[in-house]
């Protein structure tokens, strides 16, 4: 390659000549304070990168922990992670989308290229190493307010009323997928989904319990019920949400572990579970410990939940009886591949989506919204975003 040729290559990624905006944005400036609503600057996206009209956000428990102080991030930073809108400028080399395109966005991009990406792992791909700091590969941000510069959670930052990504962080879904339906099929959807189909491989004839019953854990449930499991068992505290997973599929619900454990033993004649899938609001030792107990022999915990919770059992809970515990996160899904996946399923009337989502907020209701969720009034909370304002 010519001298003149890599000059013109770093100019055409240095390009970004469109106008930038201001979108309203709920943002968090630091740990523990409440998310506030405020206008910020958005710049052109640069290369690579496009502009998307958020239509809606789901309101996801790991904003919460990041909120919360639970959780490290780089603040101030713009919320949400789990969103849907429709594309509205690209920068110069975009080729995955284009202006009108309705996407779902992915909290872990795909670039396609990467050692994980190119080996069917797009839940791993390396560009995600930022999530934590929201700033663009190149180390500058897109959120901007009188000089301080604004992270997006997972480089998205889909509490907004427009957002800059990548275009290694969307996916294109069909024009008449509805807003709110695409926004947790990009993060709650198939991170339970895919952690009892793919990291759990359920299989016909298992028996697999779900610890936590939330918008993750109801689609452990209908993931496990897909994949043909013959006892899909749920432990909640939560009356509601026990009842909503029996609607999702599960054939057991259970308040404590201690219930579902007994009725696991006789159910089982003794054999225990195949499968334990923490899907839990915030992780915690006794629900690890209660995990792993209920599996038996070569049976599986897959983790997917974020906490405090520390792995502190003797070996031998292990070893006797060559249980396995498997660490998960988006699921093990490849966004590009199961996102349509999931969005097609949801078509066909086989995948429930809609009645996931228990209410509906504005922006301004964001700080309620979450309270609602740790209260256990909802499934999943969905923000709405106006852009009449």
Same mark, same amino acid.
């Given at each position: ?22 979108? *309203? ?32 956000? @789901? ?26 809108? &429709? ?41 995600? !190493? ?5 700033? =663009?590969?190149?180390?500058? =941000? ?27 962080? #969307?996916? !294109? ?25 793919? *990291? ?11 610890? @936590? ?35 999702? @599929? ?26 334990? &899938?923490?899907? #839990? ?13 209920? %599996?038996?022999?070569?049976?599986? #915990? ?39 996946? *999931? ?9 429930? %989506? ?27 909370? %969905? ?7």
């Amino acid at each position: 390659m010519s001298n003149t040729t890599s000059t013109l290559d770093a100019e055409a990624r240095d390009a970004h000549d469109g106008v930038g905006i201001k979108t *309203l944005a709920a943002v968090c400036r630091a740990p523990r304070t409440p998310w506030e609503v405020t206008e910020l600057d958005l710049d052109a996206p640069h290369f690579g990168e496009v502009r998307v009209r958020v239509h809606a956000a @789901g309101l996801c428990h790991s904003d919460d922990h990041i909120q919360k102080g639970d959780a490290p991030m780089r603040m101030p930073v713009v919320g949400g992670h789990e969103g849907c809108g &429709i594309v509205d400028e690209v920068g110069a080399g975009v080729t995955r989308v284009k202006v009108g395109d309705r996407v779902v966005f992915s909290f872990i991009p795909a670039c396609g290229k990467c050692r994980y990406c190119s080996t069917g792992r797009q839940n791993l791909c390396d560009e995600g !190493k930022n999530a934590s700091t929201g700033e =663009f590969p190149d180390g500058t =941000f897109r959120f901007h307010q009188d000089g301080v510069d604004f992270g997006g959670l997972c480089v998205l930052g889909t509490f907004s009323q427009y957002t800059v990504v990548s275009e290694h962080s #969307v996916v !294109k879904v069909p024009d008449d997928l509805p807003f709110e339906v695409g926004a947790i099929i990009g993060c709650g959807v198939p991170t339970g989904w895919g952690s009892a189909v793919h *990291l759990a491989q359920v299989k016909p004839g298992d028996t697999v319990v779900v610890f @936590g019953s939330g918008g993750v854990g109801s689609n452990a449930v209908q993931g496990a019920a897909m994949a043909g499991a013959e006892r899909v068992v749920v432990v909640d505290p939560v009356a509601f949400k026990r009842e909503k997973a029996r609607e999702l @599929g599960a054939t057991h619900t259970f308040e404590t572990a201690e219930e579902a454990a007994e009725f696991v033993v006789a159910a089982t004649w003794g054999e225990l579970a195949d499968h334990a &899938i923490i899907t #839990v609001g915030s992780l915690h030792d006794k629900v690890i410990h209660d995990a792993i107990s209920i %599996v038996g022999k070569t049976g599986q #915990v897959t983790i997917t939940a974020v906490g405090n919770g520390w792995i502190d059992e003797n070996p031998g809970m292990l070893i006797g009886y060559q249980r396995r515990i498997q660490g998960g996160i988006y699921g093990g899904c490849s966004p590009l591949v199961d996102i349509p996946r *999931l969005v097609s399923l949801y078509q066909s009337g086989k995948l429930k %989506v809609e009645e996931l989502i228990t209410r509906t907020y504005t922006l301004e209701q964001v700080n309620e919204g979450y309270q609602d969720m740790l209260d256990g009034k909802n499934i999943r909370g %969905v923000v709405l975003i106006d852009h009449d304002n």
